[in-house]
């Protein structure tokens, strides 16, 4: 079975009625690059960006943090980047940064919320991947994104920033994608108010299902009901996809999610354009996605978005794929 998922590895990602998505890989280091060059996928989903800001004293610079996005471009070879901004916070303290405790990190200043209160930090880190944008496909993506007006500010801070750039003579891509994370309910709720703020989603079903659910990510008491299977979750998917498509822009997921084998019908159901995941998942994806039909898999995910449990969603998932080896 393994032998057979490697060998579908670099073929492309389509069902038996010809629909076609893209498979992507989730990132966090440098050092990751050539298993990804090696693993099937067709672009980087998900850059986390945190590990430039971890494990030192001091914040990383333009420059140093320009090296690093320009070395994973070339190294990418013309495979698209969509670079993450700083999500500090919440389950990933910086310690050297100004933070105060907080009695709730998850539900506190994190993700976009941060940059957009640190502007220096924001803008370098912009600039840095605006420059990398110069030396192949790259896209912006904001992370943990709330509000409407949250998109527009952080919009407006790339704005500037590409004025500077400008004013500094540096090249950068005019036309660079951004998107953000819907990864919060407030936003897969205004997605289609949100939508045409931007280029593109990306679905962190981690933490989606971690406030969806209103449980935290990490204590593993709540296991049972941290789960992005539960129809609560998928119906926030199944109207943020849909908001996606109704606005003509592309839809992906990053979260851990997209990588499940047992998930792949009912996502492929409600229309997800992007799976972005682990590496070592990909070729096991495509050997199940390449098994299925999308009108199949839409009959399925109609069907599992009026179940009222997370188990029922996956017995009718496992019986679906067990029909369909
Ligand atoms: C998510 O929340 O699903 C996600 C992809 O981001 P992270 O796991 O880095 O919070
Ligand atoms: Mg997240």
Redo the contacts with the bound molecule.
């Keep these: 079975h393994v032998a057979r998922a490697e060998a579908v590895r670099d073929l492309p990602a389509e069902t038996l009625d010809g629909h076609k998505v893209r498979v992507a890989a989730?990132m966090a280091s440098v050092d990751e690059l050539g298993v990804i060059m090696r693993s099937g996928a067709q672009e980087v989903g998900?850059l986390?960006t945190?590990f430039l800001y971890m494990r030192r004293d001091t914040a990383p610079g333009e420059d140093e943090q320009y090296d690093i996005y320009r070395s994973i471009v070339a190294g990418l070879k013309g495979k698209p980047l969509t670079v993450?901004t700083a999500?500090i916070g919440?389950?990933?303290p910086v310690s050297y940064l100004d933070r105060p405790a907080e009695a709730n990190p998850n539900l506190g200043w994190r993700g976009l919320r941060y940059s957009l209160a640190v502007p220096e930090l924001f803008e370098t880190q912009l600039a840095a991947i605006l420059r990398a944008s110069a030396h192949g496909p790259v896209r912006i993506m904001f992370?943990l994104v709330s509000t409407v007006d949250e998109v527009k500010a952080a919009k407006q801070r790339v704005q500037s920033v590409m004025d500077q750039l400008r004013t500094r003579a540096l090249p950068f891509d005019e036309g660079l994608e951004i998107g953000i994370?819907i990864?919060v309910p407030a936003a897969a709720e205004m997605a289609d108010l949100i939508a045409p703020e931007v280029d593109f989603f990306?679905?962190?079903?981690?933490?989606?299902t971690?406030y969806v659910m209103a449980a935290d990510r990490a204590n593993p008491k709540l296991k049972d009901l941290f789960d992005p299977f539960n129809p609560a979750v998928l119906r926030m998917i199944a109207k943020s996809i849909k908001a996606a498509h109704d606005a003509d822009i592309w839809i992906g997921m990053?979260?851990?999610m997209a990588g499940s084998p047992i998930a792949a019908p009912i996502l492929l159901g409600l229309g997800l354009d992007e799976f972005s995941m682990t590496p070592a998942d990909i070729a096991e994806f495509k050997l199940t996605l390449r098994g299925l039909s999308l009108s199949e898999c839409r009959n399925l995910s109609a069907r599992v978005l009026g179940l009222d449990t997370a188990r029922s969603v996956r017995e009718q998932a496992s019986l679906f794929l067990g029909r369909h080896k």
């Design positions: 989730n998900l986390r945190e993450r999500d919440g389950d990933k992370p994370m990864e990306s679905i962190g079903t981690n933490d989606l971690q990053c979260g851990a």
